[in-house]
């Protein structure tokens, strides 16, 4: 036991009784806890192996901190961790507000969450915060900001990207307003839910008076540890999810721009959020190679079917010895496979599980969403396999800030532009 657990206020009676001393109930039950507390001690004692509860000597992965200032913000190159919550924000705005005023208040929006996330992520509760241990164990935690149209559009419409608007209607979504655009989206990853919930509480609080919440999305990942580290994850189908990401140089170029694709602003990028759902029962009625021929790659291993190691190139020129291929143009992986040097995409997907609706947040974060996100998107509507056990129920697209500087916020460069 602790000091404070066995040290009791002198000052402070035993027994709320009128008389200061032990009542007769109190000597009763008390002389009898004691008995028994005393002759479970002497058994523990007494039996062999029986040790200590041993204090942890140090943190395993809580101490774990990102660095929040940079050229680019983080929590999207940065190895996917064990939880997501995407906070969905629209401004508090009167239809008779001026643009002078519209502005003030994006830059007030921005210089909060940017010096409340720099001290959430190095474990530090935000300035008068009520419950500044909980922010103490960041685990790795990160807070990526981006923005809806409208927003970008009062900071400076001369900035707004040609891709930065609602996605075309695809003939498998079932899109639900609860889960749509809004103005401003900040990303919450960590290997800690608690952490993880105390800063994005944190950040509501500080915005109450100048953004409502629309939507908040929960996700998660394997627990780190569980896994080495960067291994892809599974999905609630089974399947390894995101073996075809982009790597290295690839996935620069792929996220944050080069040769011919230009990024919105210098330092950013962009957010295609999904919300997906998945129908577990009727994929567990589908046999293991049922479910492999689907996807185009095997369940266990996440191999293609034509190659022996997940990250293998699917390869849909092979063919069977019946002369059909080996991988169906139909298969996941054949819809989802890029064909143009330009289709590359970033996904980080997140598991949900909420009551009976299971699914997946699909993140797909690119350079340019028209160029590289939208001919995938369009190719795996048309006939893709796996649409028959999933529903595409939201969908929002945004324009990722650039990172900031010590001393500045997120999008200040942007207002002088």
């Known amino acids: 036991m602790t000091r404070a657990m066995t040290e009791t206020n002198p000052g402070t009676p035993q027994e709320n009784t009128p008389d200061s001393g032990p009542s007769r109930r109190g000597l009763l039950f008390g002389g009898a806890g004691a008995a028994v507390g005393a002759a479970a001690g002497f058994a523990a004692a007494s039996i062999p192996g029986n040790a200590k509860a041993v204090e942890p000597q140090g943190l395993l992965y809580g101490g774990h901190t990102v660095a929040f200032h940079g050229r680019r913000q983080p929590g999207i190159i940065t190895d996917a961790p064990a939880f997501v919550s995407f906070l969905g924000l629209d401004l508090e705005m009167d239809s008779a507000d001026g643009k002078a005023a519209q502005r003030d208040l994006m830059r007030r929006i921005l210089g909060i969450i940017s010096k409340d996330a720099a001290r959430l992520m190095a474990g530090r509760g935000i300035l008068a915060d009520t419950d500044p241990e909980m922010a103490e164990n960041p685990a790795r935690l990160t807070l990526t900001v981006g923005l ?21 209607a695809f003939p498998i979504d079932k899109l639900e307003e609860a889960w749509g655009q809004s103005d401003v989206v900040v990303q919450f990853c960590g290997d800690d839910k608690i952490s993880l919930l105390h800063a994005r509480r944190s950040i509501q609080k500080d915005l109450r008076t100048l953004a409502k919440t629309v939507w908040i999305q929960d996700g998660f990942r394997h627990s780190r540890g569980s896994m080495a580290e960067g291994a892809t994850m599974r999905n609630l189908f089974g399947q390894l999810d995101g073996s075809g990401n982009p790597r290295d140089a690839m996935a620069e170029r792929a996220v944050w721009g080069g040769e011919n694709l230009e990024p919105w602003v210098e330092g950013g990028t962009s957010l295609v959020l999904r919300r997906i759902e998945m129908d577990l029962d009727t994929w567990d009625s589908v046999d293991r190679p049922a479910r492999d021929f689907s996807m185009g790659r095997r369940q266990d291993n996440g191999a293609p079917l034509t190659g022996h190691h997940e990250f293998d190139t699917p390869d849909l020129r092979v063919r069977d010895d019946s002369g059909f291929p080996m991988i169906s143009a139909d298969s996941h992986v054949a819809r989802g496979q890029a064909r143009e040097a330009d289709e590359h995409i970033l996904r980080r997907g997140y598991n949900y599980l909420e009551g009976e609706k299971a699914g997946l947040l699909f993140a797909s974060y690119q350079c340019d969403v028209q160029r590289q996100f939208l001919p995938i998107q369009e190719r795996m509507a048309e006939r893709d396999m796996l649409n028959e056990w999933t529903t595409p129920v939201g969908s929002a697209v945004y324009a990722i800030l650039p990172g900031c500087a010590r001393g500045s916020f997120l999008g200040q460069e942007l207002f002088a532009a």
């Open 148 to 168: 809806g149209p409208g927003a970008v559009r009062i900071i400076n419409k001369s900035l707004v990207p040609a891709w930065l608007k609602e996605l075309p």
